[in-house]
């Protein structure tokens, strides 16, 4: 099995709507490690790490979270290298 890092800045109304919380959901649901925190522009930081199949699922998830009042607007995405990651955070 592959496995991939890959760091995201998610744009939208993604801050103040429990998005860091229902990303770690779906996260830890598609069996990934990683952490979530807010940024000063209200964007969201995301390191998610896993089997590449479950990594890409993660982010198709994200696009459309399933709280409705979770907007996500764009994703910015790079693959990183590998981190020594052992949980899903939030920060």
Same mark, same amino acid.
């Given at each position: +099995?592959? !496995?991939?890092?890959? &760091? =995201?800045?998610?744009?939208? %109304?993604?801050?103040?709507?429990?998005?860091?919380?229902?990303?770690? #959901? %779906?996260?830890? #649901?598609?069996? %990934?490690?990683? @952490?979530?925190? /807010? /940024?000063?522009?209200?964007?969201? &930081? %995301?390191?998610?790490?896993? &089997?590449?199949? +479950?990594?890409? /699922? @993660? *982010? !198709?998830?994200?696009?459309?979270?399933?709280? &409705?009042? *979770?907007?996500?607007?764009?994703?910015? #995405?790079?693959?990183?290298? =590998? #981190?020594? =990651?052992?949980? @899903?955070?939030?920060?």
């Amino acid at each position: +099995m592959t !496995e991939q890092a890959v &760091s =995201l800045t998610v744009h939208g %109304l993604v801050q103040g709507v429990g998005f860091r919380y229902t990303a770690a #959901q %779906l996260a830890r #649901q598609h069996h %990934l490690v990683g @952490f979530a925190k /807010n /940024n000063a522009d209200g964007t969201v &930081s %995301l390191v998610v790490q896993g &089997s590449t199949a +479950m990594v890409a /699922n @993660f *982010i !198709e998830a994200i696009k459309d979270p399933p709280a &409705s009042w *979770i907007h996500v607007t764009g994703i910015d #995405q790079q693959i990183i290298a =590998l #981190q020594p =990651l052992e949980k @899903f955070d939030i920060y």
